[in-house]
């Protein structure tokens, strides 16, 4: 798959793109101040492709300017554009680290979006975590994380409103190594309902 130029009202978005014909519902996800546009363990390659099956069109998102939150935010506020040129009106957002703080910013008060997932976020630039509702929010993190401590998650699920979800992956480091299909399950889990799409049968995991 190759990395693509979308046309955007924020400017070009470069991403990878996995689409499905005609779908009404889409998904954007962005990784961390690496510009992992994989996810760990290449848990966003999988998850675009199981939620493509199901009829929902996702955007991996490829920074412009990494570390840079106000350009990081415009990149997915234009990839929601981009959906919306193409029939998506329902999306969900997916952060890992410094991402979480992307699209906790893109996603507050934003009509198009039904919920904003984070994995191991940072506190910092998460200022608007209030504001996300009444758009679901699910908030994962692994316990053992050295980098970005779960208790940022712990703490913004505290202050963050209703509806409202704290995973703990436990002994997960911040790249939830050897913990990625739980984290796709439970990323599939909260975005099938939310996005309205039935979901396709799967064969299990375990």
Do not use: F, I, K
């Given at each position: 798959?190759?990395?693509?130029?979308?046309?955007?009202?924020?400017?070009?978005?470069?991403?990878?793109?996995?689409?499905?014909?005609?779908?009404?519902?889409?998904?954007?996800?962005?990784?961390?101040?690496?510009?992992?546009?994989?996810?760990?363990?290449?848990?966003?390659?999988?998850?675009?492709?199981?939620?493509?099956?199901?009829?929902?069109?996702?955007?991996?998102?490829?920074?412009?300017?990494?570390?840079?939150?106000?350009?990081?935010?415009?990149?997915?506020?234009?990839?929601?554009?981009?959906?919306?040129?193409?029939?998506?009106?329902?999306?969900?957002l997916v952060g890992w680290s410094f991402g979480g703080a992307v699209v906790i910013a893109a996603g507050a008060g934003h009509g198009g979006v039904a919920g904003v997932a984070t994995l191991a976020t940072q506190g910092y630039d998460t200022a608007q975590i209030q504001s996300v509702a009444p758009r679901s929010l699910l908030l994962v993190h692994g316990t053992a994380d050295s980098v970005l401590s779960w208790s940022i998650s712990q703490s913004l699920h505290r202050v963050a409103r209703p509806p409202k979800r704290l995973e703990l992956l436990d002994g997960a480091g911040h790249d939830i190594a050897g913990h990625e299909d739980r984290f796709e399950s439970l990323v599939l889990e909260w975005a099938v309902p939310l996005l309205g799409i039935p979901p396709v049968r799967r064969a299990p995991t375990w």
């Open positions: 798959m190759a990395l693509t130029t979308l046309p955007t009202a924020y400017g070009p978005v470069r991403g990878y793109v996995h689409e499905a014909p005609g779908a009404e519902a889409g998904a954007v996800m962005v990784g961390g101040v690496g510009n992992d546009v994989d996810g760990p363990g290449g848990s966003y390659v999988r998850l675009a492709e199981a939620l493509r099956e199901d009829g929902c069109t996702t955007v991996r998102v490829s920074y412009a300017r990494t570390g840079d939150l106000m350009r990081s935010v415009d990149d997915v506020l234009g990839a929601l554009d981009w959906l919306a040129q193409h029939g998506v009106g329902r999306s969900v």
